[in-house]
C-alpha cells in the first residue's frame, strides 16, 4: 500500500486507478449572508527563520478539517528565479507541506501552471524546490499538462462559458492559493485569487493563457475563482513585489505571512497592508459581492494588525488610483 | 478513456545526457493509449500536442520505424481521427474548436512525405491560413493606442502572426510551428491562390518574429519590451522561432539570438529547455560549441513524453526532420 492508500489523486501518474473527482462546485453565497472572515497576519523576517511551527500554529487557528484529506498548494511560479524575488519561496511551501501532513492530511500535493515558460523543470530547479519539500516525482504536479476535465462557468462574468481544470485541482479536498506579496502591471496586485491564473492549464490556451486576457482579466479572474473556490490562502509577504509586477518589478520586503479561509478577504487585507485600497481593485471590489468579503468590518483580522506592518508598495502610474493617500 | 493497462510502464532511467533511443521508443510503445494517442504523462488520456511528439521522433530518427510500425500506425489513426471538419486539430479531443496544434499536427503529418495525408494537411493548412489574430485588426490597433496597453511595449501592429487560440493576439511560438508547418507545398504544378495567400502569411509571420525579438536577441513568449523593460528571453521560444528562421541564417537577428542560446546554454536547468536548445544549435552548424550535457530523470515531474520525443530527438543525428516536406 503506499502513501495513497492505493488510491491516487486525480493527475500524476494516476496510472490509471480510479481518478477523484469531487468537483468544486460549491454554490456562491451573497456576502451579506456569509459570516465573517477570518485573516491572521503573522510577523516573519526572513526565509531562513523556522517556518514550520509558525504556520502549523497558524493553520490550527482555523481548524480546517484536513484529516485524511488531499490537499494541493497552489504556488505563484512565473519564471526562472535564482534571486527568489519572483515566485512564492520554497521555504514557505515546504513549511506549509510538512504543517498540513502534520495536521493529518492524506497526501499533499504541490502545482502550478506557469503562465509564460513551458519548461516547468527550469522553474522548479532554479528555486530548488526539492531542497525543502524532497524528491518532487510524487509530489510536485505541473498543472499545465494535467490530465483535464471541462467545467461550464456558472458566474459568466467573462465572455468565457466553460474552462477546462486539471483533475488534480477539481479532485482536491482542499485547494490553497499561496501567491506572493506583488503588484501587477495589469490587474493592480496578484494575489490568492490572481494566483488562480495558474490552474487553467497552458496546454489547452496557451503559454501565456492568452484567452483569459481576451477575456478580461478582471472579470476572468471572478470566473475562474467561483469554479474552483480555493479554501485557503497563505499569502507569502516576507518578500513582495512592488511596481512593474508580477515579474520585472522591484523586490520588496513587508515581513508578514497572511493567512484566511476567504481569500478575498485576504487579497484585501493584503492590499491593505501594501498601502491599496481594494475597493479600487476592480476584480476584489467584484469579488467582495459573489465570493468573499472586502470589507474591513466584515473581516476579522488577528495576529499583527495591518499598521503594524504596513509597508507601501509603489504601482506603476496606470493605477495611481488604487494607492491609499492616508 | 481505457488504457492499455492498469500500471504505469516502468519508466527507464533514460540516464545521462541522452536516452537511448530504444529505451525511450520502448516508453512510447509501452504507453500509448487503446486510441492510439499519448498523453503528456504516461497513462494520461491521449492529446493531440503530446502524439504529434511520440510520432515526430518516432518517424523521424533513421531507422527508428524498425519495429514500431503498428505504434506508429496507431498513432496516426488518431492524429487523423482527432481533425476537425474544418480542418483544424482541438488541444483536447472532446472540443469542437481547433488551435495552435493544428500547425503541429500538419507540420508532422508533412515530415512523413506520405500523399495519404496530403488531404488532411491542406485543408489543416487551409484553417491556418485563415486564423487572423485580431491584436492588429485596424479596430484593436486603434484601441491599443489609446490605451494604457500601448504603452506597455513598442511592437510593429502591422506584422501578424498566429497565436494559442483562433481570434487572440500573436505570440511566438504558434508562429513558429505555423511557419514551420507552411514549408510544405502540394504537389501542384501551378501556383495556386491557396499557395499566395500562404506565402503571404509567411512572410508577415517572420516579420512579427523579428519584430518581437528580445533586445541583444532571443525570445521570450512574445514580449520583447514590458512597461519600457527589456523583455528576457526564454531558451524554447528561442530555439522554435529560430528553427522557423532558419532560412536566413545571415540576418542579424538570427546570429544574435544565437550567440544569446550558445551563451545560455550551460545555464539551462530544464531538460525541454536543454533538448530544444541542442536541437536548434546543431541545425545552425554550432554542435562544436556545445559542451554541456545534462542528466535527464524521467521519475521527475516536468519529465513527460514530450520531454520524451524532444530528448529523442536531440539525441539523434541528422536534423531533415525539421523540414515539414517536399518543395514542389
Redesign the interface.
Known amino acids: 500500500m503506499d502513501e495513497f492508500g492505493g488510491k491516487w489523486p486525480a493527475g500524476?501518474?494516476?496510472?490509471?486507478?480510479e481518478v477523484v473527482s469531487t468537483m468544486r462546485n460549491r454554490a456562491l453565497i451573497p456576502w451579506f449572508q456569509r459570516p465573517a472572515s477570518k485573516v491572521l497576519i503573522r510577523r516573519a523576517a526572513n526565509y531562513e527563520q523556522e517556518l514550520e511551527t509558525l504556520i502549523y500554529e497558524s493553520l490550527v487557528e482555523f481548524a480546517l478539517p484536513v484529516k485524511d484529506k488531499v490537499v494541493l498548494l497552489k504556488p505563484n511560479f512565473v519564471?526562472?528565479d535564482p534571486g527568489g524575488i519572483r515566485n512564492t519561496h520554497p521555504a514557505v511551501i515546504g513549511a506549509t507541506r510538512a504543517s498540513f501532513l502534520r495536521l493529518g492530511a492524506s497526501h499533499v500535493w504541490i502545482g502550478d501552471g506557469p503562465a509564460?515558460?513551458?519548461?516547468?523543470?527550469?522553474?522548479?530547479?532554479?528555486i530548488r524546490l526539492r531542497d525543502f519539500v524532497g524528491?518532487?516525482?510524487r509530489?510536485?504536479?505541473?498543472l499545465n499538462?494535467?490530465?483535464?476535465e471541462?467545467v461550464p462557468l456558472a458566474t459568466k462574468a467573462s465572455r468565457l462559458k466553460e474552462l477546462?481544470f486539471p483533475k488534480t485541482v477539481l479532485g482536491a479536498d482542499l485547494v490553497v492559493s499561496m501567491p506572493k506579496l506583488k503588484t501587477h502591471?495589469w490587474a493592480g496586485v496578484t494575489l490568492s485569487l490572481k494566483n488562480m491564473f495558474g490552474t487553467v492549464p497552458g496546454?489547452?490556451?496557451?503559454?501565456?493563457?492568452?484567452?483569459l486576457?481576451?477575456a478580461g482579466i478582471d472579470n476572468a479572474i471572478l470566473d475562474i475563482n467561483a469554479a474552483v473556490r480555493p479554501d485557503f490562502a497563505i499569502v507569502d509577504g516576507i518578500m513582495g513585489m512592488e511596481g512593474?509586477g508580477p515579474?520585472?518589478g522591484t523586490p520588496k520586503a513587508c515581513g508578514a505571512l497572511i493567512f484566511g479561509d476567504d481569500p478575498v478577504a485576504v487579497d484585501a487585507t493584503c492590499c491593505r497592508l501594501m498601502g491599496l485600497l481594494p475597493e479600487k481593485v476592480k476584480y476584489l471590489a467584484a469579488a467582495g459581492t459573489m465570493l468573499g468579503h472586502i470589507r474591513v468590518d466584515r473581516i476579522q483580522q488577528v495576529g499583527e494588525s495591518v499598521a503594524a506592518l504596513r509597508t507601501r508598495f509603489s504601482v506603476?502610474r496606470?493605477f495611481d488610483a488604487i494607492r491609499d493617500a492616508a | 478513456m481505457e488504457?492499455d493497462?492498469?500500471?504505469?510502464p516502468a519508466m527507464d532511467p533514460i540516464s545521462a545526457h541522452f536516452p537511448s533511443n530504444n529505451g525511450s521508443f520502448r516508453l512510447f510503445r509501452d504507453s500509448q493509449n487503446s486510441d492510439g494517442g499519448w498523453?503528456?504523462?504516461?497513462?494520461?488520456?491521449s492529446?493531440v500536442?503530446s502524439t504529434c511528439w511520440v510520432v515526430k521522433a518516432l518517424t523521424a530518427i533513421a531507422g527508428a520505424k524498425r519495429g514500431d510500425e503498428d505504434t506508429v500506425r496507431r498513432g496516426l489513426d488518431f492524429l487523423t481521427k482527432a481533425q476537425l471538419p474544418d480542418g483544424s486539430w482541438p488541444?483536447?479531443p472532446?472540443t469542437k474548436t481547433g488551435?495552435?496544434v493544428t500547425s503541429l499536427a500538419c507540420w508532422v503529418l508533412a515530415g512523413l512525405q506520405d500523399e495519404k495525408y496530403a488531404k488532411a494537411i491542406d485543408t489543416g493548412l487551409r484553417w491556418v491560413c485563415d486564423d487572423w489574430p485580431?491584436d492588429s485588426s485596424w479596430w484593436r490597433r486603434t484601441v491599443r493606442k489609446l490605451s494604457?496597453a500601448g504603452?506597455?511595449g513598442k511592437q510593429n501592429d502591422a506584422a501578424r502572426g498566429w497565436?494559442?487560440?483562433p481570434?487572440?493576439?500573436s505570440?511566438v511560438?504558434?508562429t513558429a510551428f505555423a511557419l514551420l508547418a507552411l514549408e510544405w507545398h502540394p504537389r501542384a504544378s501551378s501556383v495556386t491562390a491557396f499557395q499566395r495567400e500562404a506565402e503571404r502569411r509567411r512572410k508577415l509571420g517572420e516579420a512579427l518574429l523579428y519584430n518581437r525579438m528580445c533586445p541583444g536577441g532571443g525570445w521570450?513568449?512574445g514580449s520583447p519590451e514590458?512597461?519600457g523593460?527589456p523583455g528576457?528571453p526564454?531558451?524554447?521560444p528561442t530555439t522554435w522561432a529560430l528553427l522557423s528562421l532558419r532560412h536566413n541564417p545571415e540576418r542579424r537577428e538570427n546570429k544574435e539570438s544565437l550567440d544569446w542560446l550558445e551563451n545560455n546554454f550551460s545555464k539551462?536547468?530544464?531538460?525541454?529547455?536543454y533538448a530544444s536548445a541542442r536541437i536548434c544549435l546543431e541545425v545552425y552548424g554550432r554542435e562544436r560549441e556545445i559542451q554541456t550535457a545534462m542528466a535527464y530523470d524521467p521519475?521527475?515531474?516536468?519529465?513527460?513524453l514530450?520531454?520524451a520525443a524532444w530528448m529523442s530527438l536531440a539525441g539523434s543525428g541528422p536534423r531533415e526532420w525539421v523540414t515539414a516536406g517536399r518543395k514542389s
Open positions: 500524476m501518474g494516476n496510472c490509471g486507478q519564471g526562472p509564460l515558460d513551458r519548461d516547468t523543470e527550469a522553474i522548479l530547479e532554479s524528491p518532487l516525482a509530489t510536485f504536479v505541473d499538462l494535467d490530465e483535464v471541462r477546462y502591471h496546454s489547452c490556451y496557451g503559454w501565456p493563457k492568452n484567452v486576457h481576451w512593474n515579474i520585472q506603476i496606470e | 488504457k493497462q492498469a500500471k504505469p498523453g503528456f504523462i504516461a497513462g494520461d488520456e492529446r500536442e488541444a483536447v472532446e488551435c495552435w485580431q494604457s504603452k506597455a497565436g494559442w487560440t481570434a487572440t493576439s505570440w511560438e504558434p521570450n513568449c514590458d512597461y523593460v528576457e526564454m531558451v524554447i539551462i536547468q530544464g531538460a525541454a529547455s521519475e521527475e515531474p516536468a519529465s513527460n514530450l520531454v
